[in-house]
């Protein structure tokens, strides 16, 4: 919507009132329709991006609204401009504004959706109103353009209205007066409908439609594309690959994992390379990590040190500490010891298996504590069941 011109205002009647019984009548409608809504001076202010000592001055008649906030007031007050300055019932002026549906109301719809908030009727009343009504003036003063907008809340409180330029970041608002009554160790859940591009820390949660790229996360992550940050306190969701330093949680990603320590579970669709991990893990990829105390499945190589469960690999076990669990290897297996079953499409070569061998290739070991069964050579020092193979024995039993 255009500002208001003093041009475009044409009188529709010759009244003869005075500059101050102008200014008695705004004075007296701005604040019988604020308290008609419920609405307080504060959140006028807010909606007209002014100081509450300002709306005092207009309510007060001393002082006039600038002529670019009229329409601001009328959405908020569901009113029309003529009513403003001339009373209730008046319609002394015609503008623009009043002509044609304005750029407020046709993006409105939009503003309702980023805001989750409905704004009020005309009739609108209880505590809910004001900040009902707030919702549609956060677009008035804008043309209906193709210019990208953002608008943030805190609730259904506006804190601030930018135009998007890329080459100019957007600072993340937050409301001064609120911060003052949390606790220090308070956190702040951040919302973004599109990538976060954050310079700085978050203590609380972030969700993001896009990627995310920022600094230390106090809480979860969930984002729709990949997420680049440091350490993350939380849980993180991402539609996208994942780069980070420590997760205190569980780590779920559409692609690849690129971290330090990950206190819970890790599910990625790519491959994963981090250190230690507390949880279970799974790969669509290849896997190089330290310890894992659950248990493994990969669709590529796996490489780590000692896994507190099972294995199941669709590739080589390339090089591992200990496994507790059962191992169930598509390819070759290389491994210090396994305290269960090895099964291999390959060649195996562990110190020691505790359980049943099944390979298709060459056994290779120290000990075996069951039954063994090879496609070809075995060699090993003790074998505490029976062996089969096509190839060379060699044991101690």
């Known amino acids: 919507m255009k500002p208001?011109?003093?041009?475009?205002?044409?009188?529709?009647?010759?009244?003869?009132?005075?500059?101050?019984?102008?200014?008695?009548?705004?004075?007296?409608?701005?604040?019988?329709?604020?308290?008609?809504?419920?609405?307080?001076?504060?959140?006028?202010?807010?909606?007209?991006r002014v100081s509450v000592q300002a709306v005092s001055k207009w309510e007060c008649g001393q002082s006039y609204p600038d002529i670019?906030?009229?329409?601001?007031?009328?959405?908020?007050?569901?009113?029309?401009?003529?009513?403003?300055?001339?009373?209730?019932?008046?319609?002394?002026?015609?503008?623009e504004s009043d002509a044609h549906p304005s750029a407020a109301e046709a993006v409105a719809p939009a503003a309702d959706a980023i805001t989750n908030v409905t704004a009020a009727g005309p009739n609108a009343s209880g505590p809910n109103a004001a900040a009902d009504a707030i919702a549609e003036p956060a677009t008035a003063g804008w043309p209906d353009d193709d210019v990208l907008r953002i608008v943030q809340f805190r609730g259904r409180k506006l804190l601030g209205r930018d135009e998007y330029d890329l080459e100019q970041p957007i600072p993340l608002l937050f409301d001064d007066e609120a911060l003052k009554q949390l606790p220090e160790d308070a956190h702040f859940h951040v919302e973004i409908w599109g990538s976060a591009q954050i310079?700085?820390?978050?203590?609380?949660?972030?969700?993001?439609?896009?990627?995310?790229?920022?600094?230390?996360?106090?809480g979860n992550i969930?984002?729709?594309?990949?997420?680049?940050?440091?350490?993350?306190?939380?849980?993180?969701?991402?539609?996208?690959?994942?780069?980070?330093?420590?997760?205190?949680?569980?780590l779920s990603a559409g692609g690849c994992v690129n971290c330090d320590n990950i206190e819970g579970n890790v599910d990625a669709g790519g491959s994963i390379n981090c250190d230690d991990v507390d949880g279970n893990l799974s790969a669509g990829g290849t896997v190089t990590c330290g310890n894992v105390e659950g248990n493994v499945a990969c669709q590529g190589n796996l490489t780590c040190d000692n896994i507190g469960g099972g294995v199941s690999?669709?590739?080589?076990?390339?090089?591992?500490?200990?496994?507790?669990?059962?191992?169930?290897?598509?390819?070759?297996?290389?491994?210090?010891?396994?305290?269960?079953?090895?099964?291999?499409?390959?060649?195996?070569?562990?110190?020691?298996?505790?359980?049943?061998?099944?390979?298709?290739?060459?056994?290779?070991?120290?000990?075996?504590?069951?039954?063994?069964?090879?496609?070809?050579?075995?060699?090993?020092?003790?074998?505490?069941g029976d062996v089969s193979c096509n190839g060379f024995k060699a044991n101690n039993q």
């Open 4 to 48: 208001l011109l003093l041009n475009k205002i044409k009188p529709q009647s010759t009244s003869d009132a005075s500059p101050d019984a102008a200014k008695v009548i705004l004075a007296s409608r701005l604040k019988d329709l604020r308290k008609q809504h419920n609405i307080s001076q504060d959140q006028v202010a807010q909606a007209c």
């Open 68 to 95: 670019e906030l009229l329409p601001v007031l009328a959405n908020l007050f569901h009113a029309t401009i003529g009513s403003l300055l001339c009373g209730e019932g008046s319609a002394p002026f015609e503008t």
């Open 199 to 218: 310079e700085g820390d978050i203590n609380g949660d972030l969700a993001a439609g896009g990627g995310v790229n920022c600094d230390d996360v106090g």
């Open 222 to 250: 969930e984002a729709g594309g990949t997420v680049n940050c440091d350490s993350i306190g939380g849980n993180v969701d991402a539609g996208g690959s994942v780069n980070c330093d420590n997760v205190d949680g569980n």
């Open 313 to 384: 690999c669709n590739a080589d076990i390339i090089n591992c500490g200990d496994i507790e669990g059962d191992v169930d290897c598509q390819g070759d297996l290389t491994c210090d010891s396994i305290e269960g079953d090895a099964n291999s499409r390959g060649d195996i070569h562990c110190d020691s298996i505790g359980g049943n061998v099944n390979c298709d290739g060459n056994v290779t070991c120290d000990s075996i504590g069951g039954n063994v069964s090879a496609g070809g050579d075995v060699t090993c020092d003790n074998v505490g």
